[in-house]
């Protein structure tokens, strides 16, 4: 028995690495989109001057729709408080968009986290990347993902909510049934070990039409 755990400890530990790294390229992803934007503005500033002298102001204006448009195709600002949940949330808010997710976020971390970084880290990457892998199996249109994050008195409160294909899902114990691969299973026992340590509360709730996990964390 102590050998099996050890060996699910080490191949928890290398996914959790795993996980992190994942985070650190697609944030670097992010902001090579937004370096990109920002290289082409000198063109966009030339564009409209040219635009100016010729008297075109119908063509300056069509020019800046377009321009504002392109913005909030990149546009993940993300102010919580909190620079790692910061990161973690842009970087995966702009891959459910990249996925055709539509994303509502409204986080705020008014005070400084008793709880490690890596742990903040793991806890909102497998809710996020849940979340995410639950949408792609909705057509487009339907894909929503909202994600919520406060201080409830000395707790931090989480809550994660996607849409599903309007079937309540199965649960086996406390386990909700999923198509997903092994790493899915080791990132929630990684996720619930964490929570576990940090004597934090977690519940997960499929009603018809959505999936719901909502986490409370102690920072006293």
Same mark, same amino acid.
């Given at each position: ?15 959790q690495r795993e996980l992190i790294e994942t985070h650190y390229r697609e944030v670097d992803n992010m ?29 300056? *204006?069509?020019?800046?729709? *377009? ?48 709880m490690s970084e890596i742990d903040l880290c793991c806890i909102l990457g497998n809710l996020f990347d ?39 899902? *199965? ?32 519940s997960r709730n499929s009603e018809d039409g959505a999936f719901t996990t909502e986490i409370l964390i102690?920072?006293?």
């Open positions: 028995m102590g050998l099996m755990s050890k060996r699910m400890d080490r191949k928890i530990d290398a996914y902001y090579r989109q937004i370096r990109g934007w920002r290289h082409d503005y000198r063109g966009h500033i030339q564009a409209m001057k040219a635009l100016a002298a010729a008297g075109d102001l119908d063509g300056i *204006k069509e020019y800046l729709d *377009k321009l504002d448009t392109d913005l909030n195709t990149v546009d993940t600002v993300i102010k919580t408080g909190n620079p790692m949940a910061d990161a973690i949330l842009k970087s995966k808010i702009s891959l459910a968009r990249s996925r055709g997710i539509a994303v509502s976020a409204d986080a705020h971390i008014p005070v400084e986290l008793k849940n979340a995410i892998e639950a949408s792609l199996s909705l057509p487009e249109s339907q894909r929503q993902i909202r994600v919520y994050m406060d201080m409830k008195g000395t707790q931090l409160y989480i809550a994660f909510t996607n849409f599903t294909a309007g079937k309540k899902l *199965k649960k086996v114990g406390k386990v909700f049934l999923t198509t997903k691969g092994e790493g899915h299973g080791f990132g929630l026992v990684r996720m619930d070990k964490i929570l576990q340590r940090l004597d934090g509360y977690i102690p920072q006293v």
